[in-house]
């Protein structure tokens, strides 16, 4: 069990370019979650995997942000034309179904600054 | 919607006493889970103690125990003989039970709050 990674850990970006976030889930795990973070507040959530179908998606998801987990493994979470106002850790999760102890596992998440 | 609110933004204890961090909830559901989830400065968020809500006995872990009362939507997290690795931001979550039964389902957070353990 190497834990959730999460790939890269720090990402600077100028408004308008796209970028790209990898996240590593626990092997055994078949769900995955991404959630956002902003200074000073708790994480949101944004989207959950069961396998490789996105199951729900937050209104907090626009139209510029895609995920996508193609083989039930890792996932990418893209963002298109990034603004300034995207600028947030972005974290991962994962846990397994139906298993004793239900737990979310995060990783260490990825620091998106927006210029 | 479920919401969570956690009324103190900042804490601070002497090390090896006890503190006690606040949460309120509110929600429509009857069954679902609740979590407090630490997270050390730069560091990952790991889960602390998990409290089912149709338990009533309340959870522990080594120092860690929490205080449900369901009626009151209040779950607070007591912190005994507190260390200094224990200083970080604590976020009390919430989760609603899923279809299959467990608590696999998204998170909804609160503010945090940042305890710090003075020497």
């Known amino acids: 069990d190497t834990g959730v990674s999460q790939n890269p850990r720090h990402k600077i970006t100028k408004r308008g370019q796209n970028v790209t976030f990898r996240c590593d889930p626990i092997?055994?795990?078949?769900?995955l979650y991404w959630y956002r973070q902003t200074l000073g507040q708790g994480p949101e959530f944004l989207t959950y995997?069961?396998?490789?179908?996105?199951?729900?998606k937050s209104r907090l998801l626009s139209d510029r942000f895609s995920a996508e987990r193609p083989k039930g493994s890792f996932s990418t979470l893209e963002i298109q034309r990034t603004e300034q106002g995207d600028s947030a850790m972005y974290l991962c999760?994962?846990?397994?179904?139906?298993?004793?102890?239900?737990?979310?596992?995060f990783g260490p998440g990825t620091r998106l600054t927006v210029l | 919607a479920q919401t969570v609110t956690q009324s103190q933004p900042e804490m601070s204890v002497q090390e090896a006493e006890t503190v006690t961090l606040s949460c309120t909830y509110d929600?429509?559901?009857?069954?679902?889970?609740l979590f407090w989830y630490k997270q050390p400065p730069s560091r990952q968020m790991i889960l602390v103690i998990r409290?089912?809500?149709?338990?009533?006995q309340n959870a522990t872990e080594n120092r860690f125990s929490v205080n449900f009362q369901k009626a009151a939507k209040s779950f607070s997290l007591k912190i005994s003989d507190s260390q200094l690795g224990d200083t970080a931001m604590y976020f009390c979550?919430?989760?609603?039970?899923?279809?299959?039964?467990?608590?696999?389902?998204?998170?909804?957070f609160g503010k945090g709050t940042l305890l710090t353990v003075n020497p």
């Open positions: 999760a994962s846990s397994k179904q139906g298993s004793s102890t239900d737990t979310q596992y």
């Open positions: 092997s055994e795990h078949n769900r």
């Open positions: 995997f069961q396998n490789e179908a996105q199951l729900e």
């Open positions: 929600t429509s559901e009857n069954n679902y889970y």
């Open positions: 409290q089912e809500a149709y338990k009533q």
């Open positions: 979550a919430f989760a609603r039970t899923g279809r299959s039964g467990g608590s696999n389902y998204k998170l909804t």
